[in-house]
């Protein structure tokens, strides 16, 4: 698998996430550096998840839940669902992660280290998930050690 790193403008776009239990909830907490607009359908949503505002749909999935949908996330723990929202978001060409899954997906979620406008990626194809964790963090440090970084020019 190779997936091309981008950045991809998601400003007033649905993001859809099929789950809503404790993957849900850390695929949202990467999620909500970017957006706000978020859409959550579940059968049961964790407190944690409820507590943050989103629209939650405390149902069972539905393809027309789709309606809209910029990306979608299957994070239930229910393999056949994840390929069923897969298959139905690709019939309608949304792109889909179905995460904790990489040979299903469109596109894999890198490490990502954001303060103010910086936001730096690192990515393995989702071959080599915590390596890539911990190159973020030593790119993290960094820029916590020395926070002017992001007010001067580098040379």
Known sequence: MQFLPISINITNKKILIIGGGRIAGHKIGFLEQFTSKITIVALEVIDSIK??????????YEKSDLEGAFLVYACTNIIELNLKVKSDAESLGILTNLVDNPKYCDFVSPAIYKREHITVSVGSNAQEVH??????????????LDPSVFYQPLK
Do not use: P
Request: include cysteine; charged fraction near 40%.
């Open 51 to 60: 507590e943050k505002g989103y629209h939650c749909s405390e149902k069972a």
């Open 131 to 144: 390596r890539a964790i911990a190159v973020r963090n030593k790119i993290r440090d960094f820029f916590e």
